[in-house]
């Protein structure tokens, strides 16, 4: 039976009529055609469908949608604020720490939550934070370098660093 689940997507109020068991995963690519996360390995694993949801890395391929009633979800694409790219967005592109691309969403997204808790944080502590993140491409050490420059870029006190990120103000 189908039920209202309200929640701010990318800083924007939302309220969509579905069934409470649909993976989140599916409703955000599907519904809302949100395709920054990634259906990858469908167990949580892989990492390419985390989102956050109130700030915290979340597999949206094993949550319900029921789950998210209430909270905040941020997908990659609220990142940015007009044109202007995240400070993490800006790093993986100068050190090209990507090459397909695929699990990128999730590893941008988990390195913002540990950069929101920690704002220099180790190479082994990225790295850490990141060991539940798959990427065959072999770019992991540009993505770790992508994730110490964000960090000196945040670090600044800039007003983008400072902002809440998916909220509009």
């Keep these: 039976m189908k039920q209202k689940i309200s929640f701010y997507l990318n800083g924007q109020p939302l309220i969509l009529e579905t069934e409470p068991d649909r993976p989140l995963l599916w409703v955000l690519r599907n519904d809302l ?28 391929c094993q949550t319900e949608i029921v789950r998210v009633n209430g909270r905040r979800i941020i997908t990659l694409e609220g990142l940015r604020k007009g044109d ?3 400070p993490l967005q800006q790093a993986f592109l100068k050190h090209e720490a990507f090459q397909c691309g695929f699990c990128t ?12 808790k920690k704002s220099k ?3 082994a502590e ?44």
């Design 33 to 60: 055609k949100i395709t920054s996360p990634k259906f990858g390995c469908g167990e949580g694993y892989c990492g390419a469908c985390t989102v956050l949801v109130d700030g915290e890395p979340l597999r949206s």
């Design 84 to 86: 202007q790219l995240h």
């Design 105 to 116: 969403n999730g590893m941008i997204l988990e390195a913002l939550a540990l950069l929101q």
């Design 121 to 123: 944080p180790s190479r």
């Design 126 to 169: 990225i790295i850490e934070a990141l060991e539940d993140h798959l990427c065959r491409c072999g770019a992991h050490q540009r993505i770790i370098q992508a994730i110490e420059e964000a960090s000196k870029m945040m670090k600044g006190g800039s007003n983008e660093s400072k902002r809440e990120i998916g909220r509009n103000t």
